[in-house]
């Protein structure tokens, strides 16, 4: 079966409840699922998943420290991660917060890795992104962004 990982840095708790919709979303469409906070990961387990989708909050336009941190450990496993899909999410404290560079900051980490992306042609281009607290329409969007994830998934690794 292939596995996903939808990994998360929350405080608050704004990022968990993104984090959840998007694991229900990839586990509708029958992939297994682990949603795991960041400190429950490291590097070396991004091997064992076809999906790889990670959230961080965003603070002063960037990903939260932890969030960085764990993503410049992963280079001990480039190239190990080429051609895995990826996505990201962020909430952050207000419009014009830094959500997009937040996201393509992840994204960028992702494409360096080799690995492959998906856009959305929708209101949410480089992952879903949640103003303060997330509400229906943006979790509503999560779930929406794990299934699109977990289908491109499984074109790509279907045996």
């Known amino acids: ?8 840095y929350s405080r608050t708790g704004n990022t968990k409840r993104m984090a959840q919709a998007i ?11 682990d949603l795991l906070p960041l ?10 998943y076809k999906l790889i989708v990670l959230g ?6 960037v990903m939260a420290g932890e969030m ?3 993503i410049d450990e992963s280079v001990k496993y480039h190239e190990q991660l080429s051609g895995k899909i990826g996505g990201a999410f962020t909430s952050c404290g207000g419009i014009a917060g830094g ?3 937040t996201l393509l900051s992840i994204l960028e980490a992702f494409l360096i890795h080799g690995m492959v992306i998906m856009g959305e042609s929708g209101s949410y281009h480089y992952g879903p992104v949640a103003i303060e607290k997330p509400d229906k329409k943006v979790l509503t969007s999560c779930e929406l962004y794990g299934h699109k ?6 074109k790509i690794f279907a045996t």
């Open 149 to 154: 994830l977990a289908r491109l998934t499984k």
């Open 99 to 101: 959500a997009e560079t």
């Open 68 to 70: 960085k941190k764990f």
């Open 23 to 33: 694991a229900r979303g990839i586990k509708k469409e029958g992939l297994d699922v």
């Open 56 to 61: 961080s909050p965003t603070y002063y336009g």
């Open 1 to 8: 079966m292939l596995k996903a990982l939808v990994g998360y």
């Open 39 to 48: 400190n429950k990961i490291k590097p070396k387990d991004l091997l064992k």
